[in-house]
């Protein structure tokens, strides 16, 4: 266990998610992988707050948290936007009755 | 020494097994709920990860929000939404889908092993651990000491660090912003519900 192995866990797990919102037309696996790619980013920051020495460790030891503290506004955010996220798939299943990306088309023209 | 290092190094693979391919299968799996109940299971190995790398509040927000409300919300829509049938349909360009990701993989994997790092040495890892682990529990004087902890100017610093003190004096505007923006969330949500009868 290292940096670079977790760097790289963090990034298969971004990459498999990515693929994931590319690759698939059912919005509730697009959100899925969404999430995915969401926790890889994650995983990096806390990787690089627990290995990586900030510059102002001398002067002030709490910089070492900084990136547990940016993981936790990721989660945040991520929670509001699952949440709009699910509210809109629901709204397009009640008026067109699918959950297929390539079939919604009601902002086209 | 060599005996926690392999413990260590034994979970972190086995935890890098159920993520990776729990992801796999979120992604590949047909069915939408088990893709749901897998999503769970990664969000888990995550938080496991969390554990490994000395951020304990992280892994309990990561139980409580993403295994505990976002996987319940996404069966929640599986189950309300999905026609079972047809599933997890493929995307009409999979190989430009699948050569992206790829492409992207690569180039981070390279980053990530070519890049020299300036990693944390010795003497201060310790510091570090105590502040990173110690941060949701307080510190005591008994753990001040082996840690290499002398001046009382410095322990004040360790003890002074915590998640919850940065995000009242450093962060203190992005974490009024979060609230802004779960406020926002919560009203869109509401809007999106009650749909265009409601109104």
């Not at chain 1, 290995?51 to 945040?76: C, D, H, K, R």
């Not at chain 1, 709204?91 to 902002?107: C, I, K």
């Not at chain 2, 410095?154 to 203190?172: N, Y």
């Amino acid at each position: 266990m290292s940096l670079e192995s977790m760097l790289i866990v963090a990034a298969l797990l971004f990459c498999v998610g990515l693929y994931g919102a590319l690759a698939r037309s059912n919005v509730i696996t697009v959100l899925m992988s969404i999430e995915l790619m969401f926790n890889g980013v994650n995983l990096t920051l806390v990787a690089l707050a627990r290995y990586v020495a900030p510059q102002g460790i001398q002067e002030n030891i709490a910089s070492v948290l900084t990136g547990q503290v940016f993981a936790m506004f990721i989660i945040t955010v991520a929670a509001a936007e699952i949440a709009l996220g699910l509210g809109i798939v629901f709204a397009m299943y009640r008026s067109t009755e699918t959950v297929d990306l390539t079939e919604a088309a009601q902002l086209r023209n | 020494m060599f005996l926690q290092d392999l413990f260590q190094n034994v979970v972190f693979w086995m935890l890098a097994a159920v993520a990776i391919g729990g992801a796999v299968g979120v992604v590949v799996i047909r069915d939408l709920f088990r893709s749901a109940l897998l999503l769970a299971l990664v969000f888990i190995a995550v938080a496991g990860f969390f554990v490994l790398m000395s951020a304990e509040f992280l892994a309990v927000v990561q139980v409580l929000i993403y295994v505990g409300a976002i996987s319940i919300l996404f069966i929640f829509a599986v189950m309300l939404t999905t026609d079972v049938r047809r599933g997890n349909l493929p995307n009409r360009l999979p190989v430009l889908a699948l050569a992206m990701p790829a492409l992207l993989l690569a180039v981070m994997v390279v980053t990530a092993v070519s890049t020299d790092w300036r990693l944390i040495t010795g003497p201060e890892q310790e510091r570090v651990n105590l502040v990173q682990t110690q941060s949701v529990n307080g510190v005591s004087d008994a753990t001040l000491e082996p840690a290499g902890v002398s001046s009382p100017e410095e322990g004040r610093q360790v003890r002074g660090a915590g998640i919850a003190d940065l995000l009242i004096s450093d962060f203190v505007l992005p974490f009024e912003a979060a609230s802004v923006l779960l406020l926002a969330a919560l009203i869109g949500a509401l809007a999106l519900a009650r749909g265009r009868e409601g109104t």
